[in-house]
């Protein structure tokens, strides 16, 4: 829709979390100061903006803009997007010695540490492979699924952290479309319902990714499973946790 972004999350001032709206987002002084983009999967309305992104800090680093997810999502990016074809590689075109952009793969499960922030992977289920990760700073931890229909292993992971401060997960049908949710493995307000119930207690859950043409559906359908912990997220809103 007009004046809507997609998806992407600034974490900390300097974190890109998903980049469907990264370079429409931040001025190109943020976008160079970028200390990495961290993917959880790679649908263009998360990824679509990298290309942008590359093209405004070329020549404004001093070193590469690392873009870090699994070896799978990073094969898949190459692939799809930065292949000479559809778009520069820009992990290969360099400026003073040192390429645009340098993916670093990182396996589920396993801890990265990007300027203060450490940030752990874990599978969700999507129609293709995805991601959704802990953040954790001196502050506590935040968790986010990206794109997800019912899933298990996060849920789990999520319940060991004791610091959890807040849940980002999706929302992205209403319930007259349950089929076509089951199918693209995202959530109506009835299935994020039951999901609920997996997830850690006492933590507020903020909602993404809601299709804007059913935006007031949604809204009344979430309202009616009368859970005071969800909120749906706004666009250019800043969320302390």
């Not at 803009?65 to 799978?72: D, E, M, T």
Request: proline content about 5%.
């Amino acid at each position: 829709m007009p004046g809507s972004f997609l998806t992407s999350f600034l974490l900390n001032d300097h974190l890109l979390v998903d980049a469907g709206a990264g370079a429409s987002a931040l001025t190109a002084e943020q976008q160079a100061g970028l200390s990495g983009i961290v993917l959880s999967h790679v649908h263009l309305d998360h990824v679509g903006e990298i290309p942008f992104i590359a093209d405004n800090i070329f020549g404004a680093r001093d070193s590469a803009l690392p873009i870090i997810s699994l070896k799978s999502i990073l094969d898949d990016l190459h692939k799809y997007l930065f292949n000479n074809v559809i778009w520069p590689d820009f992990t290969v075109l360099a400026v003073d010695g040192h390429p645009i952009l340098k993916f670093v793969s990182v396996d589920e499960g396993e801890e990265h540490y990007v300027d203060g922030i450490r940030l752990t992977p874990h599978c969700v289920d999507h129609v293709v492979s995805a991601v959704g990760y802990a953040f954790t700073d001196e502050t506590g931890s935040l968790l986010y699924t990206g794109d997800t229909g019912p899933t298990e292993n996060i849920w789990k992971s999520a319940r060991k952290l004791t610091d959890l401060r807040a849940i980002i997960t999706e929302v992205s049908f209403p319930n007259q479309l349950q089929g076509v949710a089951d199918a693209a493995k995202h959530f109506t307000p009835s299935s994020l319902g039951r999901e609920i119930e997996k997830m850690p207690p006492d933590v507020p859950i903020y909602l993404f990714h809601g299709k804007s043409r059913y935006q007031d559906e949604l809204l009344d359908e979430l309202d009616a499973l009368k859970e005071p912990r969800l909120r749906m997220c706004e666009q250019g809103e800043t969320y302390e946790f």
